[in-house]
T-cell receptor
Framework: KNEVEQSPQNLTAQEGEFITINCSYSVGISALHWLQQHPGGGIVSLFMLSSGKKKHGRLIATINIQEKHSSLHITASHPRDSAVYIC??????????FGKGTRLSVIA | DAGVIQSPRHEVTEMGQEVTLRCKPISGHDYLFWYRQTMMRGLELLIYFNNNVPIDDSGMPEDRFSAKMPNASFSTLKIQPSEPRDSAVYFCASNALGLNYGYTFGSGTRLTVV
């Protein structure tokens, strides 16, 4: 069974700080997703990656397949980045397995 | 595009009552997923459909839960009888390209069973 662990569980940052959220998983995967859940509850897909790095605006996602680890970085953080960030992985052709999420609060 | 539409947004019901949650996927999406989110367990897959056919229902917690997809534009998740431990947020998601691609989530239904 694939376990997905995220760290930290909770994170508070000052506006402008560089933020890193980590995700580790226990078995080989075919893809990893990062999702953002807003305080109102809506879930948005941010990235899907299987190798290397992807960038979208101030968000950067990296994955190291050998180490079974991914990171989500936020540069120049802003209060509107406050949300729960969820890592999810897929093994072969099975549906996603989700981590419990990291709750980020960015304070002005 | 209105996105994935779920109803109701909030549902409060008494233990033992039947609850029906509804989902309208994005037109043209042929995969539909039902998830449950709790503080303790995070997001869990309950069941998913491909072309209206249930593919994997191993996440459905017990016989009190059932899901149907009578056509490409509508799905229901039913709990009968409901119990307080069923209280959670239930999300529906859909996509058009299969399991290896990102999903579009609905806004969720917050269910409270008292």
């Amino acid at each position: 069974k694939n376990e997905v662990e995220q760290s930290p569980q909770n994170l508070t940052a000052q506006e402008g700080e560089f933020i890193t959220i980590n995700c580790s998983y226990s078995v080989g995967i075919s893809a990893l997703h990062w999702l953002q859940q807003h305080p109102g509850g809506g879930i948005v897909s941010l990235f899907m990656l299987s190798s290397g790095k992807k960038k979208h605006g101030r968000l950067i996602a990296t994955i190291n397949i050998q180490e079974k680890h991914s990171s989500l970085h936020i540069t120049a953080s802003h209060p509107r980045d406050s949300a729960v960030y969820i890592c999810a992985v897929r093994v072969g052709n099975t549906p996603l397995v989700f981590g419990k999420g990291t709750r980020l609060s960015v304070i002005a | 595009d209105a996105g994935v539409i779920q109803s109701p947004r909030h549902e409060v019901t008494e233990m033992g009552q039947e609850v029906t949650l509804r989902c309208k996927p994005i037109s043209g999406h042929d995969y539909l997923f039902w998830y449950r989110q709790t503080m303790m367990r995070g997001l869990e897959l309950l069941i998913y459909f491909n072309n209206n056919v249930p593919i994997d229902d191993s996440g459905m917690p017990e016989d009190r839960f059932s899901a149907k997809m009578p056509n490409a534009s509508f799905s229901t998740l039913k709990i009968q009888p409901s119990e307080p431990r069923d209280s959670a947020v239930y999300f529906c998601a859909s996509n058009a390209l299969g399991l290896n691609y990102g999903y579009t989530f609905g806004s969720g239904t917050r269910l409270t069973v008292v």
